[in-house]
């Protein structure tokens, strides 16, 4: 499922802007143009992020954030606070009730997306067991360590994400483009990358790795981790 971003801005054009850039990196996204009201319909959409603009008629962001702060269901929802004010003041205030980053207009959209990307992905990780435990393998994510039955595995740090999201997704197979984009995400790298991983990560776990037990290749299409071997 996309994550949901929800952008609370009254300038039509920014708001625009913002929405178009969020929209073609696959984010599903909602736009309010006031806080009045919006904490209502904030709950019932559950964003995974809200852009929340400071200066917005009536009722402003840092009482927006206030509120949402005080919902159960939005309490640990990050916001990313848009402002034309930078004055460390509304800075410092804003992280103090709540904000969880802060941008100053006019600031680069490919930035805003990172820095969404950024905050989704911590709020993945946070979410995350610290351990991940399929057949003989144990991946301890806080130590970065893995372990095939009382063996640690030397992994690079590429391998070690491999092996992670195959031992996080077992039984279902991934073609080259999803494993570069799961991954890899948007380093420059060819599908060619993935098969040379794959060939190192084989010789760390499998026994023969010319005839892989758990890393198996999908003919024509790509690869699958078999867990139940």
């Given at each position: 499922?996309?994550?949901?971003?929800?952008?609370?801005?009254?300038?039509?054009?920014?708001?625009?802007?913002?929405?178009y850039?969020?929209?073609?990196?696959?984010?599903?996204t909602?736009?309010?143009?006031?806080?009045?009201?919006?904490?209502k319909?904030?709950?019932?959409?559950?964003?995974?992020?809200?852009?929340?603009?400071?200066?917005?008629?009536?009722?402003?962001?840092?009482?927006?954030?206030?509120?949402?702060?005080?919902?159960?269901?939005?309490?640990?929802?990050?916001?990313?606070?848009?402002?034309?004010?930078?004055?460390?003041?509304?800075?410092?205030?804003?992280?103090?009730?709540?904000?969880?980053?802060?941008?100053?207009?006019?600031?680069?959209p490919?930035?805003?997306?990172?820095?969404?990307?950024?905050?989704?992905?911590?709020?993945?990780?946070?979410?995350?067991?610290?351990?991940?435990?399929?057949?003989?393998?144990?991946?301890?994510?806080?130590?970065r360590?893995?372990?095939q039955?009382?063996?640690?595995?030397?992994?690079?740090?590429?391998?070690?994400?491999?092996?992670?999201?195959?031992?996080?997704?077992?039984?279902?197979?991934?073609?080259?483009?999803?494993?570069?984009?799961?991954?890899?995400?948007?380093?420059?790298?060819?599908?060619?990358?993935?098969?040379?991983?794959?060939?190192?990560?084989?010789?760390?776990?499998?026994?023969?790795?010319?005839?892989?037990?758990?890393?198996?290749?999908?003919?024509?299409?790509?690869?699958?981790?078999?867990?139940?071997?």
């Amino acid at each position: 499922m996309p994550k949901r971003i929800a952008i609370v801005e009254d300038e039509a054009e920014l708001a625009s802007l913002i929405d178009y850039n969020l929209a073609r990196h696959g984010y599903q996204t909602q736009v309010l143009t006031e806080a009045e009201g919006a904490l209502k319909t904030l709950e019932h959409s559950r964003p995974d992020l809200i852009v929340l603009d400071v200066m917005l008629p009536g009722v402003d962001g840092f009482e927006l954030c206030r509120q949402i702060r005080r919902s159960p269901a939005l309490s640990k929802t990050p916001v990313l606070f848009l402002t034309a004010r930078s004055d460390e003041v509304d800075r410092v205030l804003g992280l103090e009730i709540g904000g969880d980053d802060y941008m100053t207009k006019p600031f680069s959209p490919r930035e805003l997306v990172a820095r969404v990307k950024a905050h989704l992905r911590r709020e993945e990780m946070d979410a995350e067991p610290p351990a991940v435990e399929v057949g003989p393998f144990r991946l301890d994510r806080s130590a970065r360590r893995v372990y095939q039955d009382a063996r640690e595995l030397e992994l690079t740090s590429t391998e070690f994400n491999l092996l992670e999201f195959f031992l996080t997704h077992p039984g279902r197979a991934y073609n080259r483009e999803q494993l570069l984009k799961s991954v890899w995400g948007e380093q420059f790298v060819t599908p060619r990358t993935v098969d040379v991983h794959v060939r190192r990560l084989r010789e760390q776990i499998e026994e023969q790795p010319d005839s892989p037990r758990y890393l198996t290749t999908v003919r024509g299409f790509g690869y699958r981790f078999e867990a139940s071997t």
